[in-house]
């Protein structure tokens, strides 16, 4: 994958056409955060605030994440946070496969330019990138290494914001891993596992899933 610049590629998904998304939106939403950033954090798509703003996570379940972050020690502007698709889905509907897979080129450019060691997924979109085989609820909260970087599965925030039990497990999720968020160099330690139980894409040579 070619090393972009970040703001090039934020460029570029303003004027992106590759599915019909943008027909429908108000603003592209690139993503935005910390261009070193060693921990990603990839959301679904963008809501109605975030359609509004082109910022991601500015509505309540962002209120919410800049909360958890807190808890685990960061700041916004530590990390950088995007999400699966880029342009809001009419009614905020899932986003559809064709849709996620057209898109998924501009992730693969904003994960290949930060090159960070830790991509915190918010909920099964996400996830099924790097591990599409895997429930949410089976995984989360338990890093693991696929393909040189280490994904830590978590609950979505809106998710938490509907359940209290859910918000409870992300918090509990959050402190967990408080170490590894903050000294991602930690990272390195954790071997392939979920990789050689051939349960990621990324093990059988397929690439990632998009
Ligand atoms: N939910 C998401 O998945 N992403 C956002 O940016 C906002 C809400």
Not at 12 to 24: A, N, P
Request: hydrophobic share 35%.
């Amino acid at each position: 994958m070619q090393k972009g610049n970040l703001s090039e590629i934020a460029e570029s998904i303003k004027k992106c056409q590759r599915c019909d998304l943008y027909k429908t939106a108000t603003h592209a939403v690139p993503g935005e955060g910390n261009p070193q950033a060693a921990v990603v954090f990839i959301g679904e798509a963008p809501g109605f605030h975030e359609d509004r703003e082109g910022r991601p996570f500015v509505g309540n379940a962002g209120k919410y994440l800049d909360m958890l972050l807190l808890k685990a020690g960061l700041r916004r502007e530590d990390v950088f946070i995007t999400n699966v698709v880029k342009h809001r889905p009419p009614e905020n509907r899932d986003p559809a496969p064709q849709e996620i897979a057209a898109c998924s080129v501009w992730l693969e450019e904003q994960l290949a330019a930060i090159s960070p060691k830790v991509v915190v997924t918010l909920g099964r979109w996400s996830l099924a990138r790097y591990a599409p085989k895997s429930k949410i609820s089976d995984v989360h909260g338990t890093p693991f290494k696929t393909g040189g970087v280490v994904v830590l599965p978590m609950y979505h925030p809106a998710a938490a914001l509907r359940s209290s039990q859910t918000e409870r497990q992300l918090t509990e999720d959050f402190l967990k891993n408080k170490d590894l968020l903050q000294n991602p160099k930690t990272a390195d330690q954790i071997t392939e596992t979920f990789e050689k139980k051939g349960q990621s894409r990324l093990s059988d040579g397929q690439g990632s899933l998009f």
